[in-house]
Each structure stands twice: as C-alpha cells, then as structure tokens.
C-alpha cells in the first residue's frame, strides 16, 4: 500500500507556498483528518440516475473487496446533487442491486430506510450546509472568490477560443474585481458562482493502477465549486465528503482520472489528506464498443431493420414515439418501451445494468466473479472464486489498465457450470425464488408438486433461472390454445418413415388412456415396453412425437417427466388436437 502522506500532497503544497505566495497556501489540516484515518476506508459513490450498470458495479465490488479483505470499512454515498437527473427510487435500487451481488457496506443508506455509520448524511443533496461551512473557509482564505461572469459572456469568450483553435480557459475575469467589492455582491443576492483559484503550477496525479500523470500549468484553470443555483458542483462535494467520511482508498471509473486534478489541489487548499487513487479501465463489449444501455436500442433497431418495419409493431409504442426514434439514432426507449419492443419482435435484449442480470436468471455469486476477472486477476490462472475469496486477494497491483471485454459466452458458461454443481433441492429452491420474483403467473399455475418435478428436470438444460420459465410455457398453455407449428423436426417426426409418428401417436395414445398411475416411473415403463413391440426397442420412435404433441414443439424436459407434468388428461387432450392437425397436414401433402 502507498504511503499516503508521501508523494504528490508534499509536492502540491510546495507548489502553492512557491507560486501563490501573496495567498495562504492551504489551510490548516484539519484535526479529524490524520489520527482516525489508519484504517482503510472505500465508499462508492453512485450518482442515482437510473439503474447500476455492470461497470458501476464492478467498481463497487472492487471497493467492497479492497476494504473487507483488509478489515477495513466501505462507505455508500449517494451523489445526488443533480437533482435534475436522481431519484430516490433509483438510489433504493441500486442498493437492492448491491445487496443482490452479496455487496455490504457498513455506512450509508440502507434498504430498510434505516442509516449506518457517524459520517453521515450520506445523501449528498442533505449535506449542503457542511459544503457551505468549507466553502466559506476558501472564500475567507482568497482560495476561492465570487464570480459574476454571465453565460454571454463567458460563451463569448469560448467562441473566440474556438475561432483561434485554442482550448478555453477561464480567463479570471472575476478576481480583476476588488475583493470588498466581490463579497458586498454576493451577500446582495447578484447571481454568481464560486471559483477555486487553482495554484498556478503542474498538478500530479499519482494513481495506483495507472501511474504517474502530470498536467502542465493551465491545463486545470479556475473551474467553478459552487453553481449559481447555490449546489457545490460534484468536485467540490467528492473532495469534502471523502475526507469528512475518512476515505483513505478512491477507487473509481478512469472516467474520473481527469477530474482528480481538481481533487487533489481542493485536498490541499482545504488542508485534506489526499486518499490513494486507482482508477478502473472501462468494460467494453468483445467488438471493442463502450458497453452502454444504448446497446439494447441498438439490438431492436436491428430487428427493425431486418424486418423492414415502417410502422412500430401493434401493442407497442405509438407511432409518433417509433418515428422519432427511428429518426434520431441516439435516442433511447424507455424501459418499458424496449422490453415491449422486444417482445413484439423476439429480440433477447443484451444486459447491461445488474438488474437485467438478475431477471435474466444469472446467479449474483457467478456476475461478481465473472465481473472481477474484467480487470482483475488472482493469477495462476484461477478463474472459479467466489466474494470471501475475492475479498482476501483483491489488490490494486493486478488490476489491469486497459479496458476489459465482456465476455458474455463466458458468463454464460460460467452460469451453467455452478447450476450443474449446486444440489438439486438448492436449485429447487433459487430457482422458485426467481419465479416468484419474475413469472409469478407461471409460478400461480402450477402446484408445488408440478414445480419441483418441472426443477428438476430442467436443471441439467438451464444456463440460467430464467431458461426454465422461457422454454417451458406450453406447461401453462390452455390445451385448446396449444398451436403445432410444422417445423422440420415436427414434420420429420410427425409426417415422414414407414410408419409416421403419428401413426404411432395414434396407437401410443390408446396405451396411456389405460394408464392407472399417470407418474415417471410408470410412464417410463409402459412407453418402454410398448416401444419393444411397436417401434422395435426404439423409444425416440414414440418419445419425440409425444413430446410434439403435448408441448407443441420437439423440445422439453425428458418425456416421462414432460407427461407427468400435465396429467393423463391433458396429455390426452393435447394428442387428440395434434393428431387432428396432422391428419390435415397428411392429407393436403
Ligand atoms: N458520482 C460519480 C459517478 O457516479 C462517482 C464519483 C467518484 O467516484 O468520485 O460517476
């Protein structure tokens, strides 16, 4: 672990004392922050606008392990001082996805409505009078002033940067103000922001997993701490909290490398100890695209086009909504929207956020493995592990810098290896659970019986949860609703050979009106020793035209269990207006 008090805080401070000498350099520390701050402390900081994305989550799981595996604490913290763009019920939501990953935290909100923690609030929108109080203390100390520029203006002066191909740089028109002159406007009411007036030096930023970065002089100008509608802008808000909560570890998206400029030169003003930061690379999808919620857009505008659709599909969106987003490439369904979309157009929608994850039946123990090998390694080529482990090795030394590729065969396949490896009462069990939670007309439908049968004998063809509800609808079909569409298998199965299958149905149908106990193991030996005498020993003969004729189509749990399922009467019900069917179909070839 770096030394925290070495490095890049004693070269900033050198750079305020040499080049700001007619201003204090940077206030005193401030007493709470060296002697409670030995311990490691993470926080993630979500910004609560819509729901937490792969990425974010990764990060969280990142700072969980870093902080557990050196009995540390983490810390949550809401950054919801665009008001605009939060919502309480996106900030709940990402606290159920963090606790659906196995994701503790020991300070902050949580789900029940209770809070944790003596740092707190941990709402950033309810800590503005601790931002006022340190905004103060650089306002007092000239390390930060009132500034009146308009949007006019300060446009004006953007657009002349641009004609002469120059980056803009806020020019400080405001300190050419007396300073008298600046406070006596800003107590009367005139609109203006605050400006942290950033030390006329290089900044060094030091960071864990990326290395060593030095901005030249001017590259960080005076950038604005407080808005004009009175709300600290996010800068402001991380640097206070992150010393107010003791965070001794940033761990964040390389989104933000940039943005640590500022941090560390507010960190010094303010008298802050400066945390180590370690800034992860960002999950690419495997053709090399930012993986993004546009990315489920994308996958329906697809379909669309495939299927020349100038019109939106019927029961989904309106016509007006559909010509819009068809004309503007980059704009997004809501999420209604897209899940209707989807269904209109058969589309299986790419996951992007942990709840998509969740619905679509990934274990959460298999996304957070799966998650940490995107930029992380144990090495050794171990790839199987789960949180307790992750918790005890995660070290920033072997998190990766370039962006990882998200590899969703290998998610997939990491999937179906621990359903196969979890016992068969376990999987009854989850397996129920994400029924209730997402099929609970499917779950209504069938008896506990019914269900466990169903369990078990999908357990060895599930890849996820979810595979179970998707491909076994017919169960819920009313018998007189089941369709049999004519695909290849159903006509080879059905139609073809020197005695059809449903030749053999016809006859095979007579035989299970006589059976007593309508149950697997009866049905097995029943159908099996039928089979010897009609289908020469072959039991597919019969197995794969019953199967077609009480699900609808060539592929369902095994037989036995299939037919069980249904009951004697329904599987009758359901023969007898397939066999009709096929009758039809023979008769027109
Ligand atoms: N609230 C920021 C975000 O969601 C994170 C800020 C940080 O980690 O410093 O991107």
Not at 154 to 170: C, F, G, H, P, V
Not at 512 to 527: H, K, M, P, W, Y
Request: net charge negative.
């Amino acid at each position: 672990m770096a030394d925290r008090t070495e490095g890049p805080i004693l070269r900033l401070v050198d750079l305020f004392t040499v080049h700001q000498a007619a201003v204090p350099a940077r206030l005193a520390a401030m007493s709470h922050s060296h002697s409670d701050r030995d311990d490691v402390v993470t926080r993630f900081a979500p910004s609560p606008s819509g729901d937490l994305h792969v990425g974010g989550a990764r990060t969280a799981l990142f700072c969980w392990a870093f902080a557990r595996g050196r009995r540390g604490r983490f810390v949550l913290r809401i950054e919801d001082t665009d008001r605009k763009r939060s919502s309480d019920a996106a900030a709940l939501g990402f606290q159920k996805a963090l606790r659906w990953m196995g994701i503790d935290w020991d300070e902050g909100p949580m789900p029940d409505g209770s809070i944790c923690g003596d740092h707190g609030p941990y709402m950033q929108s309810q800590r503005l009078a601790i931002y006022e109080s340190h905004m103060e203390r650089l306002l007092e100390a000239d390390l930060a002033y009132h500034a009146f520029d308009t949007s006019e203006e300060l446009d004006a002066k953007r657009t002349a940067a641009r004609a002469e191909k120059k980056a803009y740089r806020y020019d400080r028109a405001g300190l050419a103000i007396p300073r008298e002159e600046r406070f006596s406007r800003a107590a009367a009411g005139e609109s203006h922001v605050v400006r942290f007036r950033t030390p006329d030096a290089p900044i060094t930023i030091t960071d864990e997993v990326l290395g060593e970065a030095t901005l030249p002089q001017g590259e960080v100008d005076d950038f604005v701490i407080r808005k004009a509608d009175g709300f600290p802008t996010y800068h402001f808000a991380v640097v206070v909290d992150d010393a107010l909560m003791n965070v001794s570890h940033v761990l964040r998206a390389q989104e933000h490398f940039n943005n640590t400029a500022k941090h560390i030169v507010l960190q010094a003003a303010l008298g802050f100890e400066q945390p180590v930061y370690g800034h992860l690379s960002l999950i690419f999808n495997p053709d090399g695209s930012k993986m993004s919620k546009r990315d489920k857009d994308k996958a329906i505008r697809a379909a669309v086009k495939a299927a020349s659709l100038e019109t939106p599909p019927e029961g989904t969106i309106t016509r007006e909504a559909f010509d819009s987003w068809i004309g503007d490439k980059k704009s997004q369904l809501d999420h209604d929207a897209l899940i209707l979309m989807a269904e209109a157009l058969d589309v299986t929608l790419p996951e992007i956020n942990v709840a998509d994850f969740e619905r679509s039946g990934y274990l959460p123990e298999v996304l957070c493995n799966f998650l940490s090998l995107n930029g992380w390694s144990p090495g050794n080529d171990l790839e199987k592990f789960d949180n307790a482990f992750l918790a005890e090795h995660f070290d920033l030394t072997r998190v990766q810098k370039t962006p990882a590729r998200f590899d969703r065969d290998k998610l997939l396949a990491f999937n179906l290896d621990a359903i196969q490896a979890m016992p068969e009462a376990l999987f009854r069990e989850r397996v129920r659970a994400h029924g209730m939670r997402f099929h609970p007309d499917f779950m209504s439908a069938l008896t506990t019986e019914q269900f466990d049968l169903l369990a078990d004998a999908s357990r060895e063809r599930s890849k996820t949860f979810d595979d179970l509800f998707k491909s076994n609808g017919w169960l819920l079909l009313a018998d007189e609703a089941l369709t049999w569409p004519i695909s290849k298998p159903v006509r080879k199965a059905m139609l073809k050979g020197e005695v059809p299958g449903r030749i053999l149905l016809e006859q095979a149908s007579e035989l299970l009106q006589g059976v007593e106990v309508f149950e697997g193991e009866s049905l097995e030996s029943t159908l099996t020793a039928w089979a010897e005498v009609h289908c020469e020993g072959n039991l597919g003969k019969i197995a794969q035209p019953l199967r077609i004729a009480v699900t609808g189509g060539p592929v369902s749990p095994p037989i036995f269990d299939t037919l069980a399922m249904l009951g004697k009467e329904r599987c009758l019900a359901r023969i007898k207006g397939c066999l009709a069917v096929m009758q039809d179909v023979a008769n027109s070839a």
